[in-house]
């Protein structure tokens, strides 16, 4: 948690090499945290390097299937990679996880319309 901190530090202050290496320190030092692999796909996908964060988001679906965020994330980043049907069906298992009180509900089902249509 305190190597997730750092790298979400360093990222604000703009040291993009500092915080990947802390959102890698923070997977390797806890392999049971689903957060610690979803930030670093998410420092992946700042620094622009989607290939890295979706192969990162797909290992923490993988290892965490019932993580409603992993599969948002998934989606997002598959959507910015070309890969609508892929970001389709994350984002529909995203909506089948979700808490009911999430607040991204409303907006990820119009979202999943609209990847449809295309």
Do not use: W
């Not at 948002?72 to 009180?101: H, V, W, Y």
């Not at 089902?109 to 249509?117: D, F, I, M, V």
């Amino acid at each position: 948690d305190l190597r997730e901190r750092l790298s979400y530090a360093y990222m604000k202050s703009g040291d993009a090499d500092r915080s990947l290496e802390q959102a890698r320190e923070a997977v390797r030092l806890d392999q049971k945290s689903a957060s610690a692999l979803i930030n670093l796909a998410s420092v992946h996908m700042i620094l622009g390097e989607p290939t890295e964060a979706i192969s990162t988001y797909k290992q923490a679906v993988i290892r965490f299937p019932k993580n409603a965020d992993a599969h948002f994330l998934l989606s997002r980043a598959m959507e910015k990679n070309g890969d609508l049907i892929g970001a389709q069906a994350e984002l529909s298992t995203f909506l089948q996880l979700c808490e009911p009180s999430d607040q991204r509900i409303a907006t990820a089902k119009a979202h999943l319309q609209e990847l449809s249509q295309r």
